[in-house]
């Protein structure tokens, strides 16, 4: 489903993805893990190409990202992203929130659109709030809108930068929660988290990143238990 092959990315001078091999199947779950600035959020950030990358292919759902025929729109109705500050649009209702794209972007009609919209918010748990501005949520609830609104348009892929980094701990994990629920269900899913219990429990593969490289890669129970590489174990003892 995605695949990063010899991937390169600067930020002018700066060299922030240094020779990225990392391939993702269809209904796997990647959790990516490391130190602030080691170039997770660029990483993800390239799969939809909200950032491009500088060499190096990158291939998802058969497409070349970055070839100027590709066309980046269709591209990213079929990835969902979720950002640690929700982004929600403020002036709108929970559900025009949702129902936003899908309409606008993907000729689906305002009725099918909304019908869509309180299933994704029933799944999330709060179809209660259809009508509610997103002001009168608490965070958790917030990031389960951004997650529906994500859902609503179907995607094939769904990306996570730090969906619980800016929450409140008490509603970290119904967040959590229905991040797991989603990747039970098979959907591929690429997660940046520093929450190391979902990396052991609902990751299919940890990669660790650091200074722009990937350094390791393991299923989560040998990279937990044992990590091979210095950074990785120094990381691991300062969060754990
Ligand atoms: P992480 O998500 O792991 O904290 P990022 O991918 O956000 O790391 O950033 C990696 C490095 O790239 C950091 O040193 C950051 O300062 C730098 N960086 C991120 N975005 C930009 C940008 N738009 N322009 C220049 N440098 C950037
Ligand atoms: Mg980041």
């Known amino acids: 489903m995605i695949r990063f092959h010899q991937v390169n990315k600067h930020y002018g001078s700066f060299h922030v993805l240094k020779d990225i091999n990392l391939s993702v199947k269809s209904g796997e779950v990647v959790v990516v893990i490391g130190p602030s600035g080691s170039g997770k959020s660029t990483l993800v950030r390239c799969i939809n190409r909200l950032e491009a990358v500088t060499d190096g292919e990158l291939i998802v759902d058969g497409v070349r990202v970055n070839d100027s025929k590709t066309d980046i729109n269709k591209l990213r109705r079929n990835i969902g992203m979720v950002f640690q500050h929700f982004n929600l649009y403020p002036h709108m209702t929970v559900l025009k ?4 794209a899908p309409t606008k972007t993907a000729g689906v009609s305002e009725a099918e659109a909304r ?12 179809s209660g709030k259809a009508d509610a501005y997103p002001s009168q949520l ?31 701990p008490e509603t970290i994990g119904e967040v959590l929660d229905v991040m797991k629920t989603l990747a039970g269900e098979g959907m591929t899913m690429v997660v940046v988290t520093h929450e190391m219990g979902f990396a052991r429990e609902v990751a299919d593969r940890v990669v660790f990143m650091d200074q722009g490289r990937i350094v390791e890669e393991a299923v989560p129970a040998s990279f937990f238990a044992e990590p091979k590489e210095e950074r990785a174990r120094l990381f691991l003892s300062r969060v754990l």
């Open 97 to 100: 929130n949702i129902t936003l």
């Open 115 to 126: 019908e869509t919209a309180m299933t994704y918010l029933e799944k999330v748990g709060i």
């Open 138 to 168: 608490s965070g958790g609830q917030q990031q389960r809108v951004a997650i529906a609104r994500g859902l609503a348009m179907k995607p094939k892929i769904m990306l996570f930068d730090e969906p619980t980094s800016a929450l409140d």
